[in-house]
């Protein structure tokens, strides 16, 4: 039986317990969420911090927040271009020559997946099939041997160039890692200085972001926090081990950040809230494309009957995910930090759908619940 809710002092919110609860109860470890409104704050959490153990998730634990690092990453780009360092029209190829890129292809088309390049981490076609990347976590075994390996972000972009490209670039959108991890080389080609600094001062030093880590690969993270698992076949016998321990340069920009739900917090509301873009900046990040409504870095979707407004981006990352979601002035926010058993077929993924879903439903759209975005890996 799973621990109850854990809250923090201040006004109850009872559905918010239930929804966390019903959460643990489709098969998550652990959850931490945390709501700013105009209501105050509110955190609770509910679960275990370790499969099996009677622990609670720490209120404020670290969390590989997966996908959201491509949010923090598109708000980097875009200080950049504040600067005057890079142009969102620049040709690509024009900044990173040595991969023989599309020319077509612009920095704008990364940071919204429009550029067609090969998604790294392998490809799901409209007809069901799937073309592998490199060993990822629908590689099952493949990917728990290679867990602690480092990748360079140039052998991630050369092996995503070596299979066709999904489209013309700027034809049509489609999720791809690859974008992301381009968009890191072209920071540092721009800059003569590594991702790491230059996030750390454009975007994590400005905001007080203490708790924010771009891990390079870096195999920790630290204490507290929730652990990660991930479940795969061997020898015809189902295994699960701990992976909360991961080599995440697999993954780089793609999602390899760890953050709290506080830091997140602190990031999109500020970020939202004017306080790190100018404000046509902050518009050409929150205008979305018309097939998947994605702007750059962010996803802008319609929530309750009334058709509020909010700007996202989840991530999911070996056993750990994170949520990250906000009024688009950055006033009320929502974010959360999961612990969970993942697997090849991302069996979760179900129940992840419906649990954001109830969520934004709760928080944004007055309990009448909206569409639910897809999970993003």
């Known amino acids: 039986m799973s621990p109850m809710p854990q809250a923090a002092a201040g006004t109850d919110r009872p559905e918010l317990r239930k929804a966390i609860q019903e959460m643990v109860d489709s098969g998550f470890v652990g ?58 029209e620049d040709v690509v190829a024009d900044h990173l020559p040595e991969f023989g890129l599309d020319r077509r292809i612009t920095v704008r088309m990364l940071l919204q997946h429009t550029s067609g390049v090969f998604n790294f981490t392998g490809e799901y076609y409209e007809d069901g099939t799937f073309a592998p990347g490199i060993p990822a976590t629908n590689t099952g075994r493949e990917w728990v041997d290679n867990r602690f390996r480092t990748y360079r972000p140039e052998e991630l972009v050369r092996l995503a160039l070596s299979k066709p490209a999904r489209f013309e670039p700027g034809t049509d959108w489609n999720y791809s890692n690859t974008n992301y991890v381009l968009a890191r080389l072209v920071v540092e080609s721009v800059t003569g200085r590594s991702f790491a600094e230059e996030m750390h001062r454009l975007v994590l030093g400005p905001l007080g972001l203490s708790d924010t880590i771009v891990p390079g690969s870096s195999r920790e993270i630290p204490e507290p926090h929730g652990h990660a698992y991930y479940r795969y076949e061997e020898d015809g016998e189902e295994r699960t081990v701990d992976v909360t321990r991961h080599n995440p340069s697999w993954i780089s920009t793609g999602g390899d950040m760890i953050s709290t739900t506080r830091d997140l917090h602190a990031f999109i509301s500020a970020l939202l809230g004017g306080k790190l873009l100018p404000a046509h900046l902050l518009t050409e990040m929150c205008t979305p494309e018309t097939k998947a409504g994605y702007g750059l870095g962010v996803m802008v979707q319609k929530v309750g009957e009334n058709g509020g407004t909010v700007i996202t981006h989840n991530g999911g990352m070996a056993g750990h995910a994170a949520l990250m979601y906000s009024t688009p002035d950055g006033s009320t926010t929502m974010t959360a930090a999961l612990n969970y058993v993942d697997d090849a077929t991302l069996s979760m993924a179900v129940a992840f759908q419906q649990a954001t879903q109830r969520l934004v439903s709760e928080v944004f759209g007055g309990g009448k619940a909206g569409p639910a975005d897809e999970p993003t890996a």
């Open 31 to 88: 959850v931490q969420l945390r709501v700013n409104d105009e209501r105050g704050e509110w955190v609770g959490t509910a679960g275990a911090r370790e499969l099996g153990g009677t622990a609670e998730p720490p209120a404020n634990g670290y969390v590989r927040v997966g996908s959201n690092t491509k949010t923090f990453t598109a708000a980097l780009v875009l200080r950049l271009v504040d600067e005057g360092r890079v142009g969102l």
